[in-house]
T-cell receptor, first 116, second 110 residues
Framework: GAVVSQHPSWVICKSGTSVKIECRSLDFQATTMFWYRQFPKQSLMLMATSNEGSKATYEQGVEKDKFLINHASLTLSTLTVTSAHPEDSSFYIC????????????FGQGTRLTVV | AQRVTQPEKLLSVFKGAPVELKCNYSYSGSPELFWYVQYSRQRLQLLLRHISRESIKGFTADLNKGETSFHLKKPFAQEEDSAMYYCALDRGSTLGRLYFGRGTQLTVWP
């Protein structure tokens, strides 16, 4: 099956610093990737759609200057949390849909971000 | 706007009992509905999608457009079915862009 990998799996950073999370599709190309945020014991909230070669599309209420998304290649999207604060601590999950077709999106294992 | 509602946060049944996880949605267009499952310490994975009308691991789900529901059912629950189940909606405008319900934690007791 299609594999999506996130790196790192967990990260701790100091308040005010920026942290980058990578999402890679290992065995397929993905024109479109998606970023979600999951609070403890809550559902996944769609943050943004990452489009290869163009700007990301953010969901209403998501700060684009806070959560920078770059999709530089067909297998890599990055999410950078800028000037992180403790309230940004969360579980961030990405998914990718193969460019070859189909409606199924494959999920990464998630990244646990803790801002101290 | 779209909304996916899973009324039960927790659901417990005994092994061999039938189980139904409820999902209701609201969206003015023609969405595609999915059930995703997350086993303990594993990533989210697709269980069912309404367009395929298939049965996976004994689970089925029928899309009822009149009631805007997509309930997940299994006639005889197994202990290995214990997991978090998420109902998700794709509006169809950007395939793979999913809106999730809050999830139902299913526990199957021996």
């Amino acid at each position: 099956g299609a594999v999506v990998s996130q790196h790192p799996s967990w990260v701790i950073c100091k308040s005010g610093t920026s942290v980058k999370i990578e999402c890679r599709s290992l065995d397929f190309q993905a024109t479109t990737m998606f970023w979600y945020r999951q609070f403890p014991k809550q559902s996944l909230m769609l943050m943004a759609t990452s489009n290869e070669g163009s700007k990301a599309t953010y969901e209403q209420g998501v700060e684009k200057d806070k959560f920078l998304i770059n999709h530089a290649s067909l297998t890599l999207s990055t999410l950078t949390v800028t000037s992180a604060h403790p309230e940004d601590s969360s579980f961030y999950i990405c998914s990718a849909r193969p460019s070859s077709g189909g409606t199924e999106a494959f999920f990464g294992q998630g990244t646990r971000l803790t801002v101290v | 706007a779209q909304r996916v509602t899973q009324p039960e946060k927790l659901l417990s049944v005994f092994k061999g009992a039938p189980v139904e996880l409820k999902c209701n949605y609201s969206y003015s267009g023609s969405p595609e509905l999915f059930w995703y499952v997350q086993y303990s310490r594993q990533r989210l994975q697709l269980l069912l999608r309404h367009i395929s009308r298939e049965s996976i691991k004994g689970f089925t789900a029928d899309l009822n457009k009149g009631e805007t529901s997509f309930h997940l059912k299994k006639p005889f629950a197994q202990e290995e079915d214990s997991a978090m189940y998420y109902c998700a909606l794709d509006r169809g405008s950007t395939l793979g862009r999913l809106y999730f319900g809050r999830g139902t934690q299913l526990t199957v007791w021996p």
